[in-house]
């Protein structure tokens, strides 16, 4: 039998309920985009999985971790490659969160108690109704 492609983790520390359902996410948003190493921990958990629960917790409207092939952040000796086996570990990755301005500021706070020393930057985004008309064809007819 083949194992199914996504899975919900279980979250070990469900000491807080998850938010509501609340309406789609559209417009002017803002992205925090934070960089970590793969092997970060906090409290025995990697570093990764907590953001991304407490943002779930949190309420915001999506979270992703996207492990990189190379790179090196300011308390690396070296850049840490997937290509050398031997230092394969400690692979950046990328936890992209996205809500509206509002939200993302108020996680911060979390996220600073989790990763005080990660690199973490704030960006302006537009977001799309993917089933709506594609962008720029307003008024087009």
Do not use: K
């Not at 948003?29 to 990697?46: I, K």
């Not at 690199?119 to 089933?131: K, Q, R, S």
């Amino acid at each position: 039998m083949t194992p199914p492609l996504h899975r919900r983790h279980a979250d070990v520390r469900a000491d807080q309920p998850a938010h509501e359902p609340r309406e789609e996410l559209t417009g002017t948003a803002l992205r925090l985009t934070v960089h970590l190493a793969d092997g970060e921990q906090y409290r025995h958990r990697p570093v990764y999985t907590e953001i991304v629960h407490q943002a779930h917790r949190a309420g915001l409207a999506g979270a992703a971790v996207f492990r990189g092939m190379e790179g090196f952040g300011r308390n690396s000796r070296s850049v840490h490659t997937s290509r050398l086996l031997d230092v394969a570990d400690d692979l950046p990755l990328l936890v992209v969160l996205v809500d509206t301005p509002e939200r993302v500021r108020a996680f911060l706070p979390t996220l600073r108690a989790i990763s005080p020393h990660s690199l973490a930057t704030l960006e302006e985004v537009e977001v799309v109704d993917p089933a709506g008309p594609p962008a720029g064809a307003e008024g087009q007819s």
